[in-house]
C-alpha cells in the first residue's frame, strides 16, 4: 500500500445496463483482499451510477442485493413489450434505491473520497458529471444518468437543465479521461461489457436522428463508445491502469434480469478482482 499513499487512486467504471453487475463482483472482490473502502476518486455513470454509490457510502451488501431484488421482480423493471418504457427506471431508483435499500445519503456527501456520477446534457450533448461535494439530489443524479434513451424515454430535470444517458456519458473513455483531470495517478477501471446487438446499434442511431444538432454532433459514432477501450489515449502514459472487464461470450446481457446470468456475472467479477495479478502489483 505505500506505493498508493502519495498517487491518487481512483475506480473508474462503465455503463452497461444489466451487466454493471460485473461491477459489484469487482467492488466486493477489491473490499475482500484490499480492504479498499476509501480510494480517492470513484467515477462512473448508468448502471454501475448506484452500485460505487452504495459503495463510497460504505453498504456494501447492498451493492448485490438491488440486483437479486431486480431478478425477483424482473417483469416490474424489464418488460419488453412495454414499449414506451422497456426499462423502467423510476421502478429500480424510487422503489429500491431509495426505499427498499436507501441510501446514507449523510455519508455519501461527508466522504472523503470525490464520487463523480456522469449524464448526459440532452440540449448541448455534452457529459455533466456531478459530484458528492456539492449537494445535488443523488436520486436524481442516479436517475439521470440511468435515464436510457428508447428503454426509457425520459429525461431527469436537475436544476434548470435536461439529462439523460448516452453511449458518451456511459463510457470507460469518458471517465478515464475525467479522473486523470482530477489528478488520479493510479487508476482501476472496469469495463462493464456487453454483446451490442444490432437492436441495439441501429436503434440508438435511429434515435439519434431524431435529436437536436447539438446532440448529434457530439455522438457522431456511438459504437466506438460501446466497444474496446484506448487506454492509452484515454490516461495518457505516466498513469498506471489496471483493467477488469468479463469474458464477452459469458457476459451479462444488456437489459436481461436473469437471476443466473446476475449471479454468474457478480461472481466473475469477484473472482478477476481476487485473482489480478496486476492489482497484486499495484497494491504492493
Known amino acids: ?6 498517487n491518487k487512486l481512483a475506480i473508474v467504471t462503465s455503463g452497461g445496463g444489466m451487466a454493471c453487475s460485473y ?22 455513470s448508468s448502471g454501475s451510477a448506484g452500485i460505487i454509490s452504495y459503495y463510497v457510502a460504505g453498504q456494501y451488501d447492498n451493492m448485490i442485493r438491488g440486483w437479486y431484488e ?12 412495454r414499449f414506451w418504457k422497456i426499462m423502467d427506471i423510476d421502478y429500480l431508483v424510487d422503489e429500491i434505491i431509495q426505499k427498499k435499500y436507501p441510501l446514507n445519503v449523510d455519508r455519501i456527501q461527508n466522504s472523503k473520497t470525490k464520487l463523480m456520477i456522469s449524464a448526459t446534457d440532452y440540449l448541448k450533448g455534452r457529459v455533466k458529471y456531478f459530484s458528492n461535494f456539492h449537494k445535488y439530489d443523488i436520486y436524481k443524479v442516479i436517475k439521470a444518468s440511468k435515464s ?4 426509457y ?6 436544476n434548470k437543465d435536461l439529462y439523460c444517458d448516452s453511449p458518451i456519458s456511459s463510457s470507460l ?4 479521461k475525467k479522473a486523470v483531470e482530477l489528478g488520479a495517478k493510479k487508476i482501476i477501471a472496469i469495463h462493464n461489457t456487453h454483446p451490442v446487438t444490432n437492436i441495439i446499434f ?4 435511429a434515435w439519434l436522428s431524431f435529436q437536436n444538432k447539438n446532440f448529434r454532433n457530439n455522438h457522431p459514432r ?24 468479463p469474458e464477452l461470450e459469458s457476459s451479462q446481457q444488456f437489459i436481461s434480469a436473469n437471476r443466473n446470468q446476475i449471479k454468474s456475472t457478480i461472481k466473475a467479477g469477484y473472482q478477476n478482482a481476487v485473482r489480478n495479478k496486476e492489482l497484486e502489483k499495484l497494491f504492493s
Open 222 to 245: 456511438p459504437l466506438r463508445y460501446l466497444k474496446n477501450v484506448d487506454f492509452k489515449a484515454a490516461v495518457g502514459p505516466k498513469v498506471e491502469i489496471v483493467s477488469l472487464k
Open 153 to 158: 424515454n425520459r429525461k431527469i430535470k436537475i
Open 148 to 151: 436510457l434513451p428508447i428503454a
Open 173 to 176: 473513455s469518458e471517465n478515464l
Open 23 to 44: 461491477t459489484s463482483g469487482v467492488l466486493k472482490g477489491l473490499i475482500k483482499k484490499y480492504n479498499l473502502k476509501k480510494p480517492d476518486i470513484v467515477i462512473g
Open 1 to 6: 500500500m505505500n506505493r498508493l499513499k502519495n
Open 70 to 81: 431486480l431478478s425477483s421482480q424482473k417483469r416490474k423493471f424489464v418488460n419488453p413489450l
Open 202 to 205: 441501429y436503434g440508438y442511431k
